[in-house]
């Protein structure tokens, strides 16, 4: 009996070790692989700077029939590739002359910039519209500049996007035109000036797309790079500080679910008691009857 309360005993114990490591070995691993927190400086300079500038780019390719009698259908794919790279260099002006000739190699255009702060935290913003062929190489060069904190890319299909926006300026054109027929007929001024006024509106609505089927324009292809520089020198981790971090955030986090277990299991307990009184009570009425 003892030997087997003992067995129970230690399965339990390494169970609840075996637990507590995994938990701790997680949030280790966890501060390794998180990105760092980006400045929301930067993250507000670019996203109002991408609400006014798009760029976008195509790629062709053909989808092959079954049917070996027709031939392949062309697709051109218009799509948004965007590139964040977050750096830190304690040689800002070295990194910025750096990073101003890799765009310069690879073709790119700076098309928005911000740069700010005094020597020693000084920012640099670059919103860079590159070639698409161009796109890995200049991104792979900037994240050799500094330290990087951050970096990913996101790309987004605007095929779709593409097409309405066709489909809605051929739609407007078609009302355009019968407008334009219909005022050339004659009839009353006010009528005239209604129908002089909804073609203005028309031109107006034309113009607005014709501004956003220009980003779509093949000369106007890029991919784009937002690059941020930071002036500073790189806070190094110490392991030891990283295993105290992980070690507090697992304590408070195991002492936590253990806690919401054992209310639980007490929980569970009074309930299941409850039952077994109430299901007592009710033989004993039965029995009386």
Not at 113 to 138: A, C, M, T, Y
Request: charged share 30%; aromatic share 10%; hydrophobic share 40%.
């Amino acid at each position: 009996m003892k030997q087997t309360f003992k067995k129970r005993f230690f399965r339990l114990l390494f169970i609840l070790l075996l637990g507590f490591l995994l938990l701790f070995l997680f949030r280790l691993i966890y501060g390794y692989t998180v990105p760092r927190n980006v400045s929301s400086n930067q993250t507000q300079f670019f996203e109002s700077v991408l609400n006014s500038r798009r760029n976008y780019a195509t790629k062709k390719y053909e989808i092959k029939s079954n049917n070996t009698t027709q031939s392949a259908t062309k697709v051109d794919q218009k799509y948004e590739k965007i590139a964040e790279i977050n750096t830190k260099s304690a040689a800002f002006e070295k990194e910025e002359k750096q990073s101003r000739k890799q765009i310069e190699r690879y073709r790119a255009l700076i098309q928005f910039e911000q740069k700010s702060g005094n020597k020693g935290q000084r920012r640099l913003n670059l919103l860079i519209g590159v070639p698409p062929e161009n796109f890995d190489s200049l991104f792979h060069h900037l994240i050799k500049i500094g330290e990087v904190q951050a970096k990913q890319i996101t790309k987004k299909d605007k095929t779709n996007e593409y097409k309405e926006l066709n489909a809605k300026k051929a739609s407007l054109e078609k009302i355009r035109n019968s407008l334009i027929e219909l005022k050339s007929k004659g009839g009353k001024i006010e009528e005239y000036m209604q129908l002089e006024n909804r073609i203005l509106e028309i031109e107006q609505e034309l113009q607005g797309l014709g501004v956003s089927l220009g980003d779509f324009d093949d000369e106007n292809e890029f991919c784009t790079v937002q690059f941020s520089l930071i002036e500073g020198k790189e806070v190094k981790i110490s392991l030891l500080h990283r295993i105290k971090v992980a070690l507090e955030w697992t304590v408070k986090i195991y002492l936590q679910i253990m806690l919401l277990l054992f209310f639980l299991t007490l929980s569970a307990y009074f309930i299941l008691s409850t039952i077994d009184k109430l299901k007592v009570i009710e033989r004993l009425i039965n029995t009386k009857k």
